[in-house]
């Protein structure tokens, strides 16, 4: 089954981490560019964070940039979402994506004391 499953949500506190984790399958993972995307209710979806297919290219949204980092295990079928410094705006259901493989459920994370 082609997919992208996500993972890694939680609450957390203002100024603290979390790692979000997307896995592949059904797909040669290793020859897609791969995406974060976040949403928030009553929002479209904004790219975070996007990495090439060897990792050689990575590129952030400007209002993640010094706080997140995005990376891949190839050999895990897995992209990685670090994320630090979190805010209560950084709240939102986040989702990876690769061109047309199809959108997973999402990860919801929320940043509130």
């Known amino acids: 089954q082609v997919q992208l499953v996500e993972s890694g949500g939680d609450l957390v506190q203002p100024g603290g981490s979390l790692r979000l984790s997307c896995v592949g399958s059904g797909f040669s993972f290793s020859s897609y560019g791969l995406t974060w995307y976040r949403q928030t209710p009553g929002k479209e979806r904004e790219l975070v964070a996007g990495i090439s297919p060897q990792s050689s290219e990575v590129n952030y949204a400007d209002f993640v940039k010094g706080r997140f980092t995005i990376s891949r295990d190839n050999s895990k079928n897995t992209v990685y979402l670090q994320m630090n410094s979190l805010e209560p705006e950084d709240t939102a259901v986040y989702f990876c994506?690769?061109?047309?493989?199809?959108w997973g459920q999402g990860t919801q994370v929320t940043v509130s004391s």
């Open positions: 994506h690769a061109p047309r493989i199809p």
